[in-house]
């Protein structure tokens, strides 16, 4: 039976760091960390993602503001607003919150956001800096993956890691992110062939579809260490992942439960980089 991957105890230690970070910058350089979180529209989920963030924010001292904006907020506005938060130095860290209402181009609005201050690490700059393994913010819920598996004590090294998923968010970075750390990566996505063929080669497995239970536990190779990502409601059961939790679970030697894996480890990495970005600046060391 595997061991449960604790994201709730493990995002509490992050957080505790940040916040002896944050009180330190206080007492020693006068210097309070500034996140800026935008949500344009009424989206439920993401207005509780961004109520969520801006809670963990005030709990650890970081100075957080929300600009709330309508849903037929133009993307001219948008771009008008993120230009003032970019030339305003108590604002370390800007968050557009995803996804954007469809007659906003995300992209225009990702790349529109000073890169020194994307603590989301979605800009083409901080993308491009993790392809080419240079320093750069790492976004924020593949930097909490890394972080889980660190937490089991395994070496990446050398291992098959098998990412289901493509996303720019999850998927495509999380893969660098364990390429780089030396395992051999594998990323699948819907048009992939014979998929369970692939995942039985996982001694690392990342679930990131976003499709309930759709990896199946007899799927899974003994001892694999398994990161559920997802985060489904379905009727009647609540919350479920991409992973068939219970079968996984007679197979993994680690995985993550769904909720209290992946979910709290995003926040707790953003603040994280919220307050590497108040340091840089400071430090006038720029992106
Ligand atoms: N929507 C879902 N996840 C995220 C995230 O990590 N950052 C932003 N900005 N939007 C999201």
Known sequence: MAEIIDGKAVAREVREAVKNEVEKLGRERGL?????????????????????????CEKTGIRSVQH?????????????????????????????????PPHIDEHSVIEAISPEKDVDGFHPFNVGRLVVG?????????????????????????????????????????????????????????RTEDLPE???????????????????GEWIKPGAVVVDVGINRVPERGLVGDVEFESAARRASWITPVPGGVGPMTIAMLLRNTVEAAKRAADGSGA
Do not use: W
């Not at 309070?32 to 963990?56: C, F, I, M, T």
């Not at 230009?83 to 604002?91: A, R």
């Not at 692939?198 to 199946?216: F, H, Q, S, T, Y």
């Open 68 to 100: 709330t904006l309508p849903e037929d907020t133009t993307q001219e506005r948008l771009l008008g607003l993120i230009e003032e938060l970019n030339n305003d130095p108590s604002v370390h860290g800007i968050l557009v919150q995803l996804p954007l």
């Open 198 to 216: 692939k995942i039985a080669r996982a001694d690392v497995l990342i679930g990131a579809v976003g499709r309930p239970e759709m990896i199946k």
């Open 134 to 190: 240079r320093p750069a913010f790492r976004p924020c819920t593949p930097a909490g993956i890394m972080r889980l598996l660190d937490s089991t004590g395994i070496d990446l090294t050398g291992k098959e890691a098998v990412v289901v998923g493509r996303s720019n968010i999850v998927g495509k970075p999380v893969a660098f992110m364990l390429l780089e750390r030396n395992s051999t990566v594998t990323i699948c996505h819907s």
């Open 32 to 56: 309070v960390p500034g996140l800026s979180v935008v949500l344009v529209g009424e989206d439920p989920a993401s207005q509780v993602y961004v109520r969520n963030k801006g809670k963990a």
